[in-house]
């Protein structure tokens, strides 16, 4: 699994226990792109800080490659969508992981991509 930006600020709150479970049960990572727009809040609290370094202590950070760039560039050709997003989704297609966000309609135009949207699995 990738964790999208979103599901990792939604991890770490209280109340999404289920989701918390899912990324503690399936192997998970995160693109370096969602590392520093999570870490490179400007409002985040030094509580949050380290609640998210820990957090992130405990996954993967995939690196920004070429292909990845490439691969960005190509969805950005097709359609508009911000940089964050084509270098995250980019790196779920290419690594071949299942991307975990809760704005899955940003994402759904791309043939290639698997998409889970957890807020339904964290709500039930």
Do not use: C
Not at 37 to 59: C, I
Not at 91 to 117: E, G, R, S, V, Y
Request: glycine share 2%; charged share 15%; no cysteine.
């Amino acid at each position: 699994m990738l964790l999208d930006s979103n599901a990792i600020i939604y991890a770490i709150k209280p109340e999404f226990v289920q989701l918390r479970e899912l990324i503690a049960t399936h192997p998970s990572a995160v693109s370096a792109v969602s590392y520093l727009e999570v870490l490179g809040y400007h409002r985040l609290t030094d509580a949050d800080l380290q609640d998210f370094k820990a957090f992130f202590a405990l996954l993967s950070i995939i690196p920004i490659t070429q292909p990845v760039i490439e691969k960005a560039i190509h969805l950005r050709q097709q359609r508009k969508m911000s940089l964050g997003d084509s270098i995250i989704a980019a790196t779920a297609i290419l690594n071949k992981l299942t991307l975990i966000t809760a704005n899955t309609n940003d994402f759904q135009w791309i043939p290639d991509i698997q998409l889970l949207n957890p807020l339904p699995l964290a709500n039930t």
